[in-house]
């Protein structure tokens, strides 16, 4: 990526003068006026003001703009290249091109290029706008690395860690990242977006009204942070996410054993 001194620190590779590669606009932060109206039927969970979700043209972007009355205040320029995909980050109000959050507080020798059919597939999920400014943007830098820390990504970010964790644990809670307990790193679930095994048809499901799915998120995320910080009772020690037990290993065995 492009910085907005000139350099190219992160992404060493420039696209060429004869370099094709199709062009794409994400939508980052709006304001979007709404009427008493709205708002009413939106506390109620009947009503809420849907965007179109797409990855879109220049063109695309500005007539959603126009047609829903959207205000941008920042948004990102994707240009996906036969092999990468490069990003150039835009604040509207102050008309500048915004620096990679990583310059300076991650090694380069953290970061993978990815090709253009993942980053595409993962620009796609976080353009539906169902996740948060700084939950897309830990799922972003996590997927052009192996694996980060919340510690790491606060850094990146310059924010408070307790943030990060709860922007983290709501990726966890939807399929796109992992936890390691053991190491204490959370690593991208490629597969998440681009299927590798066989596809299989799924089952026609049940619509679900805009209120439920919130719902669902919320009861996920919550799961997901309480499992990630279950401890052991007797000795405090973390308890492995997914286990079933409500005492660790160590104190399971002590209990257990003979008298």
């Known amino acids: 990526m492009l910085h907005s001194d000139g350099s190219a620190e992160l992404h060493p590779s420039v696209p060429g003068p004869s370099e094709r590669g199709i062009a794409r606009v994400l939508l980052r932060e709006h304001y979007l006026?709404?009427?008493?109206?709205?708002?009413?039927?939106?506390?109620?969970?009947?009503?809420?003001?849907?965007?179109?979700?797409?990855?879109?043209?220049?063109?695309?972007?500005?007539?959603?703009?126009?047609?829903?009355?959207?205000l941008p205040f920042s948004v990102a320029l994707l240009l996906y290249l036969s092999e990468e995909r490069v990003r150039y980050e835009f604040d509207l109000l102050d008309t500048s091109l915004l620096p990679d959050p990583r310059t300076g507080r991650l090694p380069l020798s953290r970061i993978v290029r990815r090709p253009s059919r993942v980053s595409f597939a993962v620009d796609r999920a976080i353009g539906r706008g169902d996740l948060s400014l700084l939950a897309a943007r830990c799922l972003e830098v996590l997927v052009d690395s192996q694996s980060l820390t919340s510690v790491e990504l606060a850094h990146v970010f310059g924010g408070v860690r307790e943030l990060v964790d709860s922007a983290l644990q709501g990726l966890v809670?939807?399929?796109?990242?992992?936890?390691?307990?053991?190491?204490?790193?959370?690593?991208?679930?490629?597969?998440?977006?681009?299927?590798?095994?066989?596809?299989?048809?799924?089952?026609?499901?049940?619509?679900?009204?805009s209120s439920d799915a919130m719902l669902k998120t919320s009861v996920r995320e919550l799961l997901a942070a309480a499992d990630a910080r279950a401890t052991c009772p007797l000795c405090g020690s973390p308890l492995?996410?997914?286990g079933s037990g409500i005492l660790c290993e160590d104190c399971t065995a002590k209990v257990d054993a003979p008298t």
Do not use: I, K
């Open 33 to 70: 006026p709404r009427s008493r109206g709205d708002e009413d039927r939106g506390a109620a969970g009947r009503g809420r003001v849907e965007l179109p979700s797409q990855l879109g043209t220049l063109t695309d972007a500005l007539a959603v703009d126009r047609e829903a009355g959207l």
């Open 173 to 209: 809670a939807r399929g796109f990242v992992t936890f390691d307990r053991r190491l204490g790193v959370y690593r991208p679930r490629l597969e998440a977006f681009v299927p590798t095994g066989p596809s299989r048809a799924a089952p026609p499901a049940r619509p679900m009204s």
């Open 240 to 242: 492995p996410v997914g």
